[in-house]
Nanobody
Framework: QVQLVETGGGSVQAGGSLRLSCVAS????????MAWFRQAPGKEREGVAA????????YYPDSVKGRFTISRDNTVNTVYLQMNSLKPEDTAMYYC?????????????????WGQGTQVTVSS
């Protein structure tokens, strides 16, 4: 049974940093994409970072490029999201995703497995 568990969310002031962690159990496909998504109230879930875990290739949308960094430690099946220079508009529930089915890495519909989410709140 695949389980993804996110930790590391919290409340910070604008300009601050947080690091999220996602530990995957029952899932060891290192050729796969793993991704971070976020969803703010009333908005669609959007991808903020993805990594091909075996190669380390990363992808980001323009909204977070240069501020967010996704990385992985395959020895402990963990993917991280380092978030710097946080803005109030980054406030959302952040989710880890795995089990990529192909297509756009940016689309939540293309992932099978999801964590329960961790809340990030950025105050101005």
């Amino acid at each position: 049974q695949v389980q993804l568990v996110e930790t590391g969310g919290g409340s910070v002031q604008a300009g601050g940093s947080l690091r999220l962690s996602c530990v995957a159990s029952g899932y060891t496909d290192n050729s796969d994409y793993m991704a971070w998504f976020r969803q703010a109230p009333g908005k669609e879930r959007e991808g903020v970072a993805a990594i091909i875990t075996r190669r380390g290739t990363t992808y980001y949308p323009d909204s977070v490029k240069g501020r967010f960094t996704i990385s992985r430690d395959n020895t402990v099946n963990t993917v991280y999201l380092q978030m710097n220079s946080l803005k109030p508009e980054d406030t959302a529930m952040y989710y880890c995703a795995a089990g990529f089915r192909g297509g756009s890495w940016f689309s939540a519909d293309n992932y099978i497995y999801w964590g329960q989410g961790t809340q990030v709140t950025v105050s101005s």
